[in-house]
């Protein structure tokens, strides 16, 4: 089993220093001590620097997303109740749990739709997303992605795309104005990336269902999102594309970390991630998904269900 850190709160990570920049510069001579100073100052970034997504999203720990002790009453019904939660660069998660377990307000607390009564929700170890409406989540790299397609049916594949895109387009700029090169690079490595680089010029509303999830999920690739929020992909997929669904998200882990809540025990068996259990609104177990398998008190709450 995964050992979840218990006390890694954002604000004692950030306490980690680095060298202070006196240090590194004390070598110099004083004339040029004070321009390397500049360069090196912690609290400055240069442009070249800057990750794309969000310019101060700040990952030094290697830990994207961190929930902490959150907790969600309805009603006096603790929804979701002391979650804890961390999501590293780059990782493919699987959540799983029996129904009414806490899987879609916990995606509600991440995305800022729904406000915890306790608890830290932070992104990288610097941007408190509890802060933060829910474009703005969106607008710092948090991209989210509901079980029902929402494409634009009657424009193109490409023009979803090109939508999506960052920099706010607007539907009356995407058909007056091109794209620049890289722009138009950036479209085609993404459809083809989703596997619809022959379908580009088709209506979306042409797709197959499973096409259309893919193409939603490009279209989140598209605003430069970091962490992509999945729920229940498959619901409703041919083996085929499920198949091509697994390979899909499995592609996108490395570049971003994709959290995936789903209940096709098949298919979190076939992306072979890490596998955490939600139960009451609680983390009861997290590891692979051989050793959630195996673990008693997970087949007591939720495998022994199915
Ligand atoms: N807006 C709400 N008002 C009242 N109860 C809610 C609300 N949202 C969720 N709940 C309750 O919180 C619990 C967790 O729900 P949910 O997050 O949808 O679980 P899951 O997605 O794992 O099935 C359920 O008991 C549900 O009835
Ligand atoms: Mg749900």
């Given at each position: 089993?995964?050992?979840i850190?218990?006390?890694?709160?954002?604000?004692?990570?950030?306490?980690?220093?680095?060298?202070?920049?006196?240090?590194?510069?004390?070598?110099?001579?004083?004339?040029?001590?004070?321009?390397?100073?500049?360069?090196?100052?912690?609290?400055?970034?240069?442009?070249?620097?800057?990750?794309?997504?969000?310019?101060?999203?700040?990952?030094?720990?290697?830990?994207?997303l961190y929930l902490e002790g959150v907790t969600k009453s309805f009603d006096g019904f603790k929804a979701i109740d002391d979650l804890n939660l961390y999501i590293?660069?780059?990782?493919?998660r699987c959540i799983i749990g029996p129904n009414g377990a806490g899987k879609t307000t916990m995606m509600d607390i991440i995305t800022g739709k729904t406000r915890p009564d306790e608890g830290q929700v932070?992104?990288?170890?610097?941007?408190?997303l509890?802060?933060?409406?829910?474009?703005?989540?969106?607008?710092?790299?948090?991209?989210r992605?509901f079980q029902?397609?929402?494409?634009?049916?009657?424009?193109?594949?490409?023009?979803?795309?090109?939508?999506?895109?960052?920099?706010?387009?607007?539907?009356?700029?995407?058909?007056?104005?091109?794209?620049?090169?890289?722009?138009?690079?950036?479209?085609?490595?993404?459809?083809?990336?989703?596997?619809?680089?022959?379908?580009?010029?088709?209506?979306?509303?042409?797709?197959?269902?499973?096409?259309?999830?893919?193409?939603?999920?490009?279209?989140?690739?598209?605003?430069?999102?970091?962490?992509?929020l999945v729920d229940e992909?498959?619901?409703?997929?041919?083996?085929?594309?499920?198949?091509?669904?697994?390979?899909?998200?499995?592609?996108?882990?490395?570049?971003?970390?994709?959290v995936v809540v789903e209940h096709?025990?098949?298919?979190?068996?076939?992306?072979?991630?890490?596998v955490s259990v939600l139960h009451q609104g609680h983390m009861l177990a997290e590891?692979?998904?051989?050793?959630i398998?195996?673990?008693?008190r997970v087949?007591?709450v939720y495998?022994?269900e199915?």
């Amino acid at each position: 089993m995964t050992t979840i850190p218990q006390q890694l709160s954002p604000e004692k990570l950030d306490q980690s220093q680095l060298a202070p920049e006196a240090k590194l510069t004390q070598w110099l001579p004083a004339q040029f001590r004070k321009s390397v100073g500049h360069f090196v100052r912690r609290d400055q970034v240069f442009d070249f620097l800057k990750p794309q997504h969000h310019p101060l999203l700040d990952t030094r720990h290697n830990i994207l997303l961190y929930l902490e002790g959150v907790t969600k009453s309805f009603d006096g019904f603790k929804a979701i109740d002391d979650l804890n939660l961390y999501i590293k660069e780059g990782e493919l998660r699987c959540i799983i749990g029996p129904n009414g377990a806490g899987k879609t307000t916990m995606m509600d607390i991440i995305t800022g739709k729904t406000r915890p009564d306790e608890g830290q929700v932070w992104l990288g170890s610097n941007i408190n997303l509890q802060k933060m409406d829910e474009a703005e989540i969106a607008n710092a790299g948090v991209g989210r992605k509901f079980q029902k397609p929402t494409v634009f049916e009657c424009l193109s594949v490409w023009h979803n795309l090109e939508l999506a895109m960052a920099g706010e387009r607007s539907v009356w700029r995407v058909f007056r104005a091109s794209l620049n090169g890289e722009q138009r690079d950036e479209l085609d490595r993404v459809l083809s990336l989703i596997g619809l680089q022959n379908h580009a010029a088709l209506l979306a509303g042409n797709l197959s269902h499973g096409q259309k999830q893919w193409l939603e999920i490009g279209m989140l690739l598209m605003q430069k999102t970091k962490l992509l929020l999945v729920d229940e992909p498959v619901a409703g997929m041919t083996h085929q594309e499920m198949d091509r669904t697994a390979d899909l998200l499995t592609s996108l882990a490395g570049d971003h970390s994709v959290v995936v809540v789903e209940h096709d025990m098949d298919f979190v068996r076939s992306i072979a991630s890490t596998v955490s259990v939600l139960h009451q609104g609680h983390m009861l177990a997290e590891g692979s998904m051989s050793e959630i398998q195996s673990d008693p008190r997970v087949k007591d709450v939720y495998l022994g269900e199915s």
